[in-house]
Antibody
């Protein structure tokens, strides 16, 4: 059974940092890209970042480029999102999601339950 | 920038509805990587359509999709009360990554 479990959410002040983790199981970790998608309270979905199966490629939305860093730990089967210089507008539920195929782009067949990050003074 | 979806659509049980998702030649028009998601309040999204027209295993065949130029479409036939949800489209944008639409809230009257 494929499982994705996010952790690391919580409250942080503007300008602060937070590190989210996504623990993956139930599939061959190296074969699939993992992405982070966020949803601000009462708002729509926003793609944040993605990393290819072999970590050869990392991608970021313009809204987080230069502030967020995605990485992959093959020994732990986890994907992390290091979030620095956080802003109030980064407040959201952060989901990690797995691509359906190794060739997919934006077709996320499994999602975690999400972790809430609140940026507030 | 975000793909453009109508804020809301509605239909009666048994009817068919089609919702649109409009982008540009850089995203929808330039790639066959358009997916659609269904989301209920407080729940994670569910993949309904991938690669423009592909319906993953387990998704009802009442859901279908297509693309023409820079616009993608999701059609739901034989509307059911449980189809009431918010639907999001997403497209690959090439080197930039991915972009979602703003979402369409479907009301089944």
């Amino acid at each position: 059974e494929v499982l994705l479990l996010e952790s690391g959410g919580g409250s942080v002040q503007p300008g602060g940092s937070r590190r989210l983790s996504c623990a993956a199981s139930g599939f061959t970790f190296t074969n699939y890209a993992i992405n982070w998608v966020r949803q601000a309270p009462g708002k729509g979905l926003e793609w944040v970042s993605g990393i290819t199966g072999n970590s050869g490629g990392t991608f970021y939305a313009d809204s987080v480029k230069g502030r967020f860093t995605i990485s992959r730990d093959f020994s732990q089967n986890t994907v992390s999102l290091q979030m620095d210089s956080l802003r109030v507008e980064d407040t959201a539920i952060y989901y990690c999601a797995k691509e359906r195929l190794s060739t997919s782009r934006g077709a996320f067949d499994y999602w975690g339950l999400g972790t809430l990050v609140t940026v507030s003074s | 920038s975000a793909l453009t979806q109508p804020a809301s659509v509605s239909g009666s049980p048994g009817q068919s509805i089609t919702m649109s998702c409009t982008g540009t030649s850089s995203d929808i028009g330039g790639h066959n990587y358009v997916s659609w998601y269904q989301q209920y309040p407080g729940k994670a999204p569910k993949l309904m359509i991938s690669e423009v027209t592909n319906r993953p295993s387990g998704v009802s065949d009442r859901f279908s999709a297509s693309k023409s130029d820079n616009t993608a479409y999701l059609t739901i036939s034989g509307l059911q009360v449980e189809d009431e949800a918010t639907y999001y489209c997403i497209s690959y944008t090439g080197t930039i990554g991915l972009v979602f639409g703003g979402g369409t809230k479907l009301t089944v009257l």
